[in-house]
């Protein structure tokens, strides 16, 4: 079955600091996974995608993420973070054309 | 903005009652996707409409049931309601093939009282 582990629930992180957020993955074939970002009240928010190819992925607002196949891993990088990147991201798999499965999430915090 | 549009933002509705949350999918996208999100469950995939046909079901219950409709909205209904249904309801659109990337919506925040 597909599943997605995000181990770390909230993460504090003050301003101008680095940020990586773990995903694990477990999925029977070549998965497509997916980092989104979600704002208090507000919807999901694509970041990066992954489906072939490079394994270092450039996103939007500064993020990249890195496929590790020997590691089930996608975890998210950020080098430097800003106050407005506090919120909830998600980390995602699936198929071509199918559900996403989400990960329980990790809160963001930004410290001054 | 994702193109994706979904009405109404919020709904207060009292136990046993009904009602329909609405989507419209981006322009040109033929897959609609609904996906509850709720504090206990997080977020979950219900169910997945393709140009008017039902693809794939996930964890919907009996009470709730969805459509698509020829100009490819769709309505996802909600009877019966409980407490526990109260959740945010997003839903996303796809376009075929391609990377499999899920444009969502703002969500319907439901609240039963």
């Known amino acids: 079955a597909q599943s997605v582990t995000q181990p770390d629930i909230h993460i504090t992180v003050s301003e101008g600091a680095s940020l990586e957020l773990r995903c694990n993955y477990s999925?029977?074939?070549?998965?497509?996974l997916f980092w989104y970002v979600q704002s208090p009240g507000q919807g999901l928010q694509l970041l990066l995608k992954y489906f072939s190819g490079d394994t270092l992925v450039q996103g939007i607002k500064g993020f990249e993420a890195e496929f590790k196949r020997s590691q089930s891993s996608f975890n998210l990088r950020k080098p430097s973070v800003h106050w407005s990147d506090a919120a909830e991201y998600f980390c995602?798999?699936?198929?071509?054309?199918?559900?996403?499965?989400f990960g329980t999430g990790t809160r963001l915090l930004v410290s001054p | 903005d994702s193109g994706v549009t979904q009405t109404p933002k919020h709904l207060i509705t009292a136990t046993g009652q009904r009602v329909t949350l609405r989507c419209s999918p981006r322009?040109?996208?033929?897959?609609v996707y609904w996906y509850q999100q709720s504090l206990d469950q997080g977020l979950q995939f219900l169910i997945q409409?393709?140009?008017?046909?039902?693809?794939a079901k996930g964890n919907i219950l009996e009470r709730f049931s969805a459509q698509q409709f020829p100009d490819l909205h769709s309505e996802l209904n909600l009877s019966s309601l409980e407490l526990g249904d109260s959740a945010l309801y997003f839903c996303?659109?796809?376009?075929?093939?391609?990377?499999?990337?899920?444009?969502f919506g703002p969500g319907t925040r439901l609240t039963v009282l």
């Open positions: 996303a659109s796809s376009t075929v093939g391609g990377d499999n990337e899920q444009f």
């Open positions: 999925y029977g074939a070549t998965p497509y």
């Open positions: 322009s040109g996208d033929l897959s």
């Open positions: 995602a798999v699936g198929a071509g054309f199918q559900k996403l499965v």
């Open positions: 409409y393709y140009n008017g046909e039902e693809r």
